[in-house]
């Protein structure tokens, strides 16, 4: 989004659009700042600390703060 602000990402839409498509990561010099994840429960906890390799950085008021990479 342009200048900004937080958008819904359509998963369907992008699940359909990869059609038989095998997902190669994302392209060399590929940056990425912040990305806002609203993930319900334990399971999404850890999903992002287990398999994608988040570390818990901090949790409050029922949310929890992850990191990775640089």
């Given amino acids: 989004m342009k200048g900004g602000g937080n958008v819904c990402v359509d998963g369907d839409g992008v699940v ?3 059609g038989d498509r095998r ?13 806002d994840l ?10 992002y600390v287990n398999r994608v390799g988040f570390d818990i950085g901090m949790g409050a008021g029922g949310s929890v703060f992850m990191g990775g990479g640089v």
Avoid: Q
């Avoid at 609203?38 to 999903?47: A, C, H, L």
């Fill in 16 to 18: 359909e659009e990869a």
């Fill in 23 to 35: 997902w190669e990561g994302v392209g060399g010099g590929s940056v990425m700042g912040e990305l």
């Fill in 38 to 47: 609203d993930v319900k429960g334990e399971e999404g906890d850890w999903f």
